[in-house]
């Protein structure tokens, strides 16, 4: 138990025969930049989804911050945690989804204080100012007003970012934040989270088939297969000499 | 008695059976979001009411539930010594309202699943309550999609009002009737009867597709 902010321990999960997570054991450190990759099925996004809370666990634990996320210690014993500890943890992570989420009957603006004002309790006020400041950071303070349909895939997914960033997690988790994104407009996406990885101490976790991308940004990059680890390292280890098989065959594949 | 001299007590009724579509329309409408959003509970009781509810009313004729409301009940309630007798009104619309929402309590519930579960999850995420959820994510995207089903019900709804001139009420069809007994002039009153009831289903239809545009104007922003 070292400065770990993220814990997998033996954790398993099924969807239904399928297992997709082998009894994983996973850590990432506090304010560190970890890329996942690999094929597709193999557990990768289903790791950020645990993290959300989006899909329960079937054996094993998941430590966040040092507490079970899945669990509640009671009387000694961990047992399934209820809703009050689950959102407790919660606040504690953001997510920005694939397909970007947004909320399409809200303004940009609405859609990034909407849950500050009515999960955190900020003032309208404070959640405004919150909001314009992080549409600052994404390059999209003139479009507050619009709704999401009017936007680009690539300024949507901006605008994800920015409302996943004004609850002020601690852990950011990415899901293919660019794949639904026409070639063209992946580059604005990754410049903003590239920027995001430099200058904050946000714990940053992303399933990406960016290889070039998890490369620049990532502290470690973890290649996964059917369900664990297969091999992780430095992106310089893994992406110049894996010392794995199928890490290398995925790779070649990928970037061929 | 020429035809025109018909107008007036026609108009008289028309404004009644107006009132009746619109008392029922509304109290349809509030019960189909109970019952709708009931029915997709976790509670399990308020499920199975909810699903009763639903069952009961689109189970069985509307006629037969506006009977029992006005000539049962008030039968009902004096075997256990509560006056439960009701206006003609009254119980027309709780009948025509009571009817309705059930079918709408349908079209609230298809509406809300077919919201994508994508929005739930990005709302869990951000920590929104389930409450917060339903009420200021999921209900408001839905609102655009039932609104289509809803113009049909109150039109259906606007129609089915002729029924309550079976139990005395001075709807529209009641008043046509009256007038056809005094003057068997059967072809000229159900001819307006008919061109009455289409010019209030033409405007209902239209109120409709205003309410429509508005609920889902965020759907049509900056096009």
């Not at chain 1, 138990?1 to 398993?12: C, E, G, L, Q």
């Not at chain 2, 309705?100 to 929104?128: C, D, K, P």
Request: overall charge negative; aromatic content about 8%.
């Amino acid at each position: 138990m070292t400065d770990a902010i993220i814990r997998f321990d033996k954790v398993v999960k099924r969807f239904g025969d399928l297992t997709v997570l082998d009894e994983l054991d996973f850590e990432v450190k506090k304010g560190e930049k970890v890329s996942i990759i690999g094929p597709s099925g193999s557990g990768k996004s289903t790791v950020l989804r645990i993290l959300m809370t989006l899909e329960g666990i079937d054996g094993g634990v998941v430590y966040v911050d040092g507490e079970p996320l899945w669990h509640e210690l009671r009387e000694g014993a961990l047992l399934p945690a209820g809703e009050g500890h689950l959102r407790r943890m919660r606040s504690k992570l953001g997510m920005v989804f694939q397909q970007f989420n947004l909320f399409p009957h809200m303004t940009v603006m609405r859609n990034i204080t909407e849950a500050p004002v009515k999960v955190l309790g900020l003032s309208r006020k404070d959640a405004h100012l919150r909001a314009e400041e992080l549409l600052d950071l994404v390059g999209l303070a003139d479009q507050a007003k619009k709704f999401p349909h009017q936007l680009s895939g690539g300024q949507q997914q901006r605008v994800g970012i920015a409302r996943a960033l004004a609850m002020r997690p601690s852990i950011l988790l990415f899901d293919e934040p660019t794949s639904a994104l026409d070639p063209e407009l992946v580059g604005e996406v990754l410049t903003v989270i590239g920027r995001l990885a430099e200058e904050h101490d946000l714990t940053m976790l992303l399933v990406t088939h960016e290889m070039r991308f998890a490369r620049e940004i990532s502290d470690r990059v973890c290649f996964f297969d059917r369900g664990q680890i297969r091999e992780e390292g430095t992106p310089e280890e893994l992406f110049t000499d894996p010392s794995e098989d199928r890490t290398r065959e995925f790779l070649k594949a990928i970037l061929d | 008695m020429h035809w025109s001299e018909y107008l007036l007590p026609l108009t008289e009724g028309a404004w009644v059976t107006v009132q009746l579509t619109v008392y029922s329309t509304i109290l349809g409408g509030v019960l189909a979001f109970v019952f709708g959003i009931g029915k997709l509970s976790s509670n399990l009781a308020i499920k199975s009411v909810s699903v009763g509810y639903i069952e009961v009313f689109r189970g069985t004729s509307l006629l037969v539930q506006l009977f029992w409301l006005y000539f049962a009940l008030p039968l009902a309630g004096m075997a256990i010594g509560i006056d439960l007798r009701l206006p003609p009104v009254v119980a027309g619309v709780l009948a025509l309202g009571l009817n309705i929402g059930a079918y709408g309590a349908e079209v609230v519930r298809g509406a809300i699943q077919s919201v994508h579960q994508n929005q739930r999850e990005a709302a869990r995420a951000l920590n929104f309550t389930p409450r917060q959820t339903l009420f200021n994510i999921v209900i408001p995207q839905a609102i655009p999609e039932m609104m289509p089903s809803f113009g049909n019900l109150a039109v259906q709804n606007l129609k089915d009002t002729a029924l309550v001139s079976l139990i005395s009420l001075g709807d529209l069809t009641f008043r046509a009737e009256q007038i056809r007994n005094f003057t068997q002039d059967s072809t000229t009153i159900y001819t307006l009867l008919l061109l009455m009831y289409f010019g209030m289903a033409v405007v209902l239809t239209i109120i409709m597709r205003i309410v429509e545009r508005f609920a889902g104007r965020w759907r049509m922003a900056g096009s």
